[in-house]
């Protein structure tokens, strides 16, 4: 009895921490989303989805996007065995950013980091369409999947502006149908201003609606 109630007050201790440790993240993430969240719109709608996640949606977006969702996936601090499972597989604090640009791109393109989460689920969408069965040269870290040859270079020019505005990309997917762009990265933060990021993002939407 006594070890059965060490447990359950282990168990609500770690969640209570674990709690307030992603609440603290996620609000010191949205802290720093306010200087450059302006740069691609300016009405958000706001709301926490449990502990571990924020969802911002930008139905109004400015250029090049229509409109924009941007999602604070967080690790599951909370609850011990699942974060520990959930480390295993390589699930890190994320920024997913869904969007729809002005114009639909040219070329569709996936960029993924081989092993990593956001991989095993993009490969599961993309095992349902006619990707080519050959895959792209690796693109530094990531390996490049397109169904045209001429998308290469773009392809490369989108990672080349990821990496200079220092965004660790686990998965960057430009689509000709909706959406058109999603992105998902490392959380973003401190020592990087959010202007620098959010212009970065701008840029590769520009350079994706452009493709």
Known sequence: M???????????GWFAVGSIWNVRKGSATLRWFREGLPLIGEKTTLRWLGTTSVELVLAKAKPPFEN???????EP???????????????????IVRGKTRRP????????????????EARRRMAAEPWPEREAAARGE????????????VADALLELARDAQI?????????????????????????????????????????MHS
């Open 142 to 153: 990531l390996t490049v999947f397109t169904k045209e040859d001429e998308a290469l270079p």
């Open 77 to 95: 601090r909370d609850v011990p065995w699942l974060w520990a499972l959930s480390r295993r597989r390589g699930r890190r604090d994320a920024l």
């Open 68 to 74: 924009v969702t941007l999602v604070i996936f967080l």
């Open 105 to 120: 791109p040219h070329h569709d393109i996936e960029a993924l980091e081989p092993g990593s989460w956001p991989a095993h």
């Open 168 to 208: 660790k990309v686990r998965h960057l997917s430009v689509r000709k149908a909706d959406p058109n762009f999603l992105l998902h990265a490392d959380l973003p933060g401190p020592p990087m201003p959010a202007p620098r990021f959010f212009e970065a993002l701008r840029a590769i939407g520009e350079r994706a």
């Open 2 to 12: 006594i070890a059965l109630l060490t447990v359950a007050v282990v168990v609500m």
